[in-house]
């Protein structure tokens, strides 16, 4: 008889610890749920803030594009000045929205970022001394950033250094690269509208 309780009681010390085991998973599975979702939430944060800031500087490329296009230089005097205050006091409005996204890099990275970056730095003293020059450097370097390069010599030195880079890093010097050309190509469109006006206008040429 005292055998037979002795058995029950053991059994029932089993079951309880059978029973708190699972427990134990129950709870560490729901936990595991959660931060599944949470990181699913984090990434749309992430993606969502990206968006944001790509918003932001694309926002600043148009402004600076308006001040500095030919139609800003084709009105009068009166209403460029209302118009150069208009896109100066957006600018200031733009500027003050701050984002920023975070890269978790390892020291390879940080690295290479820093050495893609220096480059591009240099480039871009390139451009304002020589811009025909720089922009074949330009287009280099964007060249060595695309799946499909178009028909240039490509820096494979940069372009190691870019894929050496964090992901996100990546997408941002591609980012960079592509506005550099966009500025470069809306100089020179406004270099040669007003080299034509240049030739155009009688006086330039000596004319009465």
């Known amino acids: 008889m005292a055998q037979a309780k002795i058995q029950a009681k053991m059994s029932e010390g089993a079951c309880a610890k059978f029973s708190r085991t699972l427990s134990m998973a129950d709870r560490s599975g729901r936990l595991l749920e959660s931060l599944d979702q949470l990181e699913m939430r984090v990434e749309a944060l992430r993606e969502a803030a990206s968006a944001m800031e790509q918003e932001r500087e694309c926002i600043l490329e148009m402004i600076q594009s308006i001040q500095n296009g030919q139609e800003m230089r084709n009105i009068c005097a009166g209403e460029r000045e209302e118009l150069e205050l208009t896109a100066n006091r957006l600018m200031g409005r733009t500027l003050c929205v701050e984002v920023s996204v975070g890269t978790i890099r390892n020291p390879q990275q ?99």
Not at 138 to 166: G, M, N, R, W, Y
Not at 173 to 196: P, S, T, W, Y
Request: charged share 35%; glycine share 2%.
């Open 110 to 208: 940080e690295d290479a970022l820093r050495k893609a970056t220096s480059i591009i730095d240099e480039m871009v003293k390139k451009l304002l001394d020589d811009m025909n020059s720089g922009r074949e450097r330009l287009l280099a370097l964007h060249a060595a950033c695309v799946t499909e390069a178009p028909p240039v010599p490509i820096d494979h030195k940069f372009q190691a250094l870019v894929i050496s880079c964090a992901l996100e890093d990546q997408k941002k010097i591609k980012r960079r690269l592509e506005m550099l050309l966009r500025n470069v190509e809306n100089a020179e469109k406004n270099i040669k509208i007003m080299d034509h006006q240049k030739l155009d206008d009688p006086k330039a040429n000596g004319c009465q």
